[in-house]
């Protein structure tokens, strides 16, 4: 079963950059879809971004031209490029993977933006 773990989240001014990481136990390249969600204080958690095996992605209208999602296969390693942040993209970014055996999810990093 493979693991993910975020890292990059922390506190930012607006207008600023973050970059998030999610690091996989085993290989993800037979893992033909990886993203992050988010979730705000109070909110439900939201789709942000997907990337496929091929490299074709899916972005939210809220961080379309924003944020910039990348996989690097021989790292097992994802990552979520933030920029131009704003206060609204305040919450915590899980990060998950569609393997053949079923969703799995990251424990989440907290991402705070300041106005």
């Known amino acids: 079963q493979v693991q993910l773990v975020e890292s990059g989240g922390g506190l930012v001014q607006a207008g600023g950059s973050l970059r998030l990481s999610c690091t996989a136990s085993k290989s993800i390249f037979n893992i033909n879809v990886m993203g992050w969600y988010r979730q705000a204080p109070g909110k439900q958690r939201e789709f942000i971004t997907s990337i496929s095996r091929d490299g074709s992605t899916i972005y939210a209208d809220s961080v379309k031209g924003r944020f910039i999602i990348s996989r690097d296969n021989a790292k097992t390693t994802m990552y979520l490029q933030m920029n131009s942040l704003k206060p609204e993209d305040t919450g915590v970014y899980y990060c998950?993977?569609?393997?053949?055996?079923?969703?799995?999810w990251g424990q989440g990093t907290q991402v705070t933006v300041s106005s």
């Open positions: 998950y993977a569609d393997p053949w055996t079923g969703r799995i």
